[in-house]
């Protein structure tokens, strides 16, 4: 049977050998400009219209500049192009594949192929040589191509390097004997001790090696102890244990810090968690990097020279506009490189450590050019946080994406999507852009989350009471209060997935339930004036969008959850089937106009339905236990709620709430896996991963526990 041919026109294919090449080398570097333009931008921004753009330009510029050096390989013999400038073309596609200073990783686990970039890193080279000595010898760039070969090959080598420090082997081989070695001492001394004298070997907790510096820190100071503590605690990111000692000293310093000067310290440590995890920051500061720096540099200036010098007319006007434009991408990449070692925190820090850097110095002057606030004002106390936070400094100046996202169950159930997007498979995509709503992260919350934490590891002097309350899943600050304590039950039942489900139930009805008597009883009533209860709207919204869209950071705690919210959501479509309620509508008409009031009225509306229904009624639609429909208990816990505060006007129930609330948030951070936290900060950070470290720092979690020798050989002191 005769083979089907389709006839391509010869004018298209004169168009693809004439551009396939070009196109693919400007397409190359449009996307190498892309990412030394808004790699940086990953980390402060959660927003998935610019993560996704980001991760494709990511994948695409690998790709595509592996796919040039096939075509530049193919296009030998060919007529069209002049061998000395494919030779020339081929090293700069090394120069992109090690991409700039400020991305090796996307995601954490992009580390662990750092063999198979070596691999290609081989490859690459060899197929960059066999190219260049085709050339040979009548090239006549034969001397700007061997210096681009060799900086393309520094680039790459780089860029592997990176991977392979950051791989979790790597990574935990270098951090292993620094953290345990003090321990092992100390096992050892205690080990000696025991067997020449049978007694107990005490040790007082509490102080610290060195005295924590009271008052506010200046801008200088956050930089300095976010070094000092990252370097201390880094390994937490490889689960590493750490001594009662590197927990005294942490613990003292952060309970004599303000939420303000706390929260800056742990994001300064999480920017360098960043740079060590998703850019070439660990190899290239250093001597040997410092050096290849400076060589990158001469190499890419004097092929800029070279190439000036030469004789350009045997070659096409485009391709060597397309020339200009490697070599200057190339040059920008080595002077953004440059300009990243040179103003970089780590710099300040070698400054300071040498006492270099002062007020007057021509150093700090030399900063301040480069940095988006005036380096001199480092001596002194912060600005105010409005003038922080002005578009679009404060967008550059953040440290990460400084917002809360949000998702209820309420909303959701009352705009559901069609089940065709269930057919194509893009139901994670569709939920994201049509449930998650971004929420600023307001002052008063990260100030009430700081002092939940402090005044837990106030009362946390030993391991022992520190693991038992970040194992609390609500019940301890129940405990504590005797005025609650009739709702521990409702934190005890259930898995962990179980229990966000039913405090997000009750936080909702109880939220709404308040809302609609106090748009009816107030006319100047205000959404936003008590804290209390926005922080336990904002909590409860954002737990469950960690519970629903990042499964993977609550998978080690609910095995059931998606079962169970599917369950809730068939019970609250089945109650929104009834009739209206009027008096919703009414009291909407009532308030129409007002600027203040920010109402969701159909959440609203929907959860005085909910307490429209009878009991009698919920009692005849539940089967068996009611605990099973989490929709009823959530509902019975949200009475109880209302009715203790009604039994005593003194309790304000907001306020247990957000503590509920602060112990689920806490039990999620230290219970999650430590790799998963850490790969958020190129995603633009998560509250979450901020209050797991700032745990660490309180000395709140098992990262401290000590084997049960030390425990049987220790006898604290108060």
Excluded at 54 to 81: C, E, Q, R, T
Aim: glycine share 4%.
């Amino acid at each position: 049977m005769r083979r089907m041919m389709i006839d391509i026109p010869p004018k298209w294919k004169l168009l693809w050998d004439t551009w396939n090449l070009r196109g693919s080398m400007i397409f190359s570097l449009s996307l190498q400009t892309l990412l030394i333009l808004f790699a940086p931008i990953r980390k402060r921004s959660s927003s998935y219209w610019i993560i996704m753009p980001l991760w494709s330009i990511y994948l695409l510029a690998d790709w595509v500049a592996n796919f040039s050096i096939g075509l530049i390989m193919n296009s030998k013999g060919n007529h069209d192009m002049e061998e000395d400038l494919l030779a020339f073309w081929a090293p700069f596609l090394l120069v992109h594949l090690g991409g700039p200073d400020t991305i090796t990783a996307f995601a954490l686990e992009d580390n662990e192929f750092w063999l198979r970039h070596l691999i290609s890193l081989v490859i690459q080279c060899l197929a960059t040589v066999y190219v260049f000595v085709q050339s040979l010898p009548h090239n006549q760039l034969w001397i700007p191509t061997l210096l681009m070969f060799m900086n393309g090959t520094i680039k790459y080598a780089e860029r592997t390097r990176a991977f392979y420090l950051a791989s979790a082997d790597r990574f935990k081989w270098s951090m292993n004997t620094h953290v345990h070695s003090e321990m092992n001492y100390m096992e050892l001394m205690e080990r000696y001790l025991l067997q020449k004298k049978p007694c107990l070997i005490t040790t007082k907790t509490g102080g610290s090696a060195n005295e924590a510096k009271n008052g506010d820190l200046t801008k200088l100071e956050v930089v300095q102890y976010a070094y000092y503590f990252f370097n201390t605690f880094k390994g937490l990111v490889v689960d590493l244990i750490f001594s009662r000692k590197t927990r005294n000293q942490s613990r003292d310093f952060f309970l004599h810090r303000t939420a303000k000067d706390a929260f800056e310290v742990v994001e300064v440590e999480l920017n360098f968690m960043y740079e060590i995890l998703f850019t070439k920051i660990p190899v290239v500061y250093s001597r040997f990097g410092a050096i290849c720096r400076i060589f990158s540099l001469a190499t890419v200036c004097s092929a800029i020279v070279l190439f000036i010098s030469k004789s350009k007319s045997q070659f096409r006007t485009i391709d060597v506009t397309i020339t200009y434009g490697l070599l200057f991408n190339a040059l920008t990449l080595d002077i953004v490189a440059l300009l990243m070692l040179v103003f970089s925190k780590k710099t300040v820090i070698f400054l300071l450590k040498r006492h270099v850097l002062n007020e007057e110095s021509p150093w700090t002057r030399i900063l301040s050019v480069f940095r988006f606030h005036n380096m001199k004002g480092v001596f002194r106390m912060r600005t105010s946080e409005a003038h922080e936070h002005r578009w679009p400094i404060g967008f550059f100046k953040r440290r990460w994406s400084e917002s809360i996202p949000t998702y209820n169950l309420i909303y959701c159930c009352l705009h559901p999507y069609s089940k065709f997007y269930e057919k194509l498979g893009v139901t994670n995509f569709v939920d994201y852009i049509k449930y998650v709503k971004s929420k600023r992260f307001p002052t008063h919350l990260r100030d009430f989350i700081f002092q939940e934490l402090k005044l837990k590891s106030e009362l946390a002097d030993d391991l022992e009471t520190a693991m038992e309350m970040s194992s609390s899943r609500g019940d301890w600050v129940l405990r504590a209060d005797v005025d609650w304590s009739r709702l521990i039950p409702y934190t005890l039942d259930g898995d962990y997935g179980q229990r966000i489900l039913l405090w997000h139930i009750a936080t909702n009805l109880c939220y709404n339930k308040e809302l609609n008597h106090k748009l009816k009883t107030e006319r100047d009533f205000n959404t936003n004036n008590d804290h209390h209860r926005e922080n336990a709207k904002m909590l409860s919204d954002y737990m469950l969008y960690l519970l629903i869209m990042k499964p993977s950071m609550m998978s080690a705690l609910s095995s059931t959850v998606q079962t169970k919210f599917l369950d809730i959501c068939s019970d609250v479509t089945c109650i929104f089937k009834s009739g209206k309620l009027h008096e919703v509508n009414e009291v909407r008409k009532q308030t129409q106009g007002s600027k203040d009031i920010e109402v969701d009225w159909e959440q609203l509306h929907a959860c005085m339905k909910i307490f429209d229904i009878p009991d009698d009624v919920w009692l005849r639609n539940v089967k068996g236990d009611l605990k099973k429909s989490l929709l009823l208990y959530g509902f019975i816990l949200a009475k109880e709620i209302m009715k203790i505060e009604e039994e005593d006007q003194c309790l304000n129930k907001w306020l247990i709430i957000s503590k509920v609330w602060i112990e689920l948030l806490c039990y999620g951070a230290s219970h999650s896996h430590a790799k998963i936290q850490a790969s958020q900060v190129s995603k633009g950070g998560e509250l979450i991963t901020i209050v797991w470290m700032l745990m660490a720092h309180f000395g709140l979690g098992d990262q401290f526990q000590i084997n049960e020798y030390q425990k049987k050989a220790r006898h604290v002191i108060d």
